[in-house]
């Protein structure tokens, strides 16, 4: 948002000052001008308001006044008048020009197909945060490309992603449990239109969630396995999801799956680690301990383990 100087008549107008709540409102927003007066009590002024040259409010004390911003580069004009006994008539007049800043960033991390929920980042993993202003001055709209960008990662400026049309800064997350703070300051190349943006990016632990894939119906997405699983076909195969482990880092096959079962490291199929099947005993009832452990090479806190206790009964 951008406020336009505030304009008055005569040096005694400096005694009267507009102030505006929120102070950077955006478009389509609610809110509130407030007049101070430095030369007198206000509550005993009588007070005329006017938004867009049409008068709004009038009366003795009426130190503020709301309204609604418009859309978008379309300005709003609000004039207060101040009838004063020792300086007569004051004036002061602000013009707003609401803009708008969006901040969206995405995780380079996995999750499996139909997933509904937004893909989160963890430890050491790839973040992209990218700027999408919409400033407008007077009736034109100021391509992105033509507006500086200053990205901070906490207090620290990047210097490399800052600049001339970089609406988009890359970097790597801290620590789980972290946030890391983003900052991102907009403006034009005169200053006239300014807008910081902060940003928290939650670093969240990746987690493993088992699943049944069924050899007609394929992985049953929709039902995940929790603590126990009862079998009742001769085998059972187990699927893993990685859930928001480094994407890239897994195309590149680059993270150990350790498959175990009762303490016992077992031999899996090097082309489909996330999958691991168990044949049932033809006789008895029992159970097994699977448990997998998730490390991602290189990335020593880009780890995570999953037990599930599958149960069986020949009786």
């Given amino acids: ?19 505006l709540s929120p102070e ?11 007049v101070s ?12 308001w006017y938004i867009n040259g049409k008068q709004t409010l009038t009366g003795i004390g009426k130190r503020d006044i709301t309204f609604k911003t418009g859309n978008a580069g379309e300005s709003t004009t609000i004039r207060v008048d101040l009838e ?3 300086y007569g008539l004051l004036s002061k007049e602000i013009t707003i020009l609401p803009n708008t800043l969006e901040v969206l960033w995405e995780a380079d991390t996995y999750t499996p197909p139909f997933y509904k929920g937004k893909a989160l980042p963890s430890s050491q993993s790839s973040v992209k945060v990218v700027s999408l202003p919409h400033f407008v001055s007077g009736s034109t709209i100021i391509d992105p490309d033509n507006i500086v960008y200053v990205w901070k990662k906490g207090y620290f400026k990047n210097q490399n992603a800052s600049g001339f049309g970089k609406t988009i800064y890359a ?22 239109v300014s807008i ?60 150990d799956f350790t498959w175990m079962v009762d303490g016992k490291k077992l031999e899996t199929d ?17 159970q097994y301990r699977l ?9 020593d806190l880009q780890t995570a383990s999953k037990e599930l206790t599958l149960s069986y009964d020949n009786q």
């Avoid at 950077?24 to 407030?34: D, F, I, K, L, Q």
């Avoid at 946030?179 to 907009?186: G, L």
């Avoid at 076909?233 to 990685?242: D, F, M």
């Fill in 37 to 48: 007066y430095s030369q007198g009590n206000i509550d005993s002024v009588n007070t005329t």
């Fill in 24 to 34: 950077n409102p955006g478009p389509n927003e609610n809110a509130t001008a407030s």
């Fill in 171 to 192: 970097y790597k997350t801290g620590y789980t449990f972290n946030d890391d703070e983003i900052t991102v300051s907009a403006a034009t190349q005169d200053g006239s």
């Fill in 291 to 299: 448990r997998l452990d998730i490390n991602n090479i290189g990335y």
């Fill in 196 to 255: 910081t943006k902060i940003v928290p990016i939650h670093v969240y632990e990746p987690k493993i969630i088992f699943f049944e894939n069924k050899p007609l119906q394929g992985i049953r997405y929709e039902n995940s396995l929790s603590n126990t699983f009862n079998y009742i076909e001769s085998e059972a195969t187990i699927h893993a999801v990685p859930f928001f482990f480094s994407l890239s880092d897994l195309n590149k096959n680059n993270a």
């Fill in 1 to 19: 948002m951008i406020v336009f100087g505030q304009s008055d008549s005569g040096n005694t107008n400096n005694f009267v000052f507009i102030s």
């Fill in 84 to 86: 004063t006994n020792t």
């Fill in 270 to 286: 090097p082309d489909n680690k996330t999958e691991f099947t168990l044949r049932k005993p033809d006789k008895g009832k029992g």
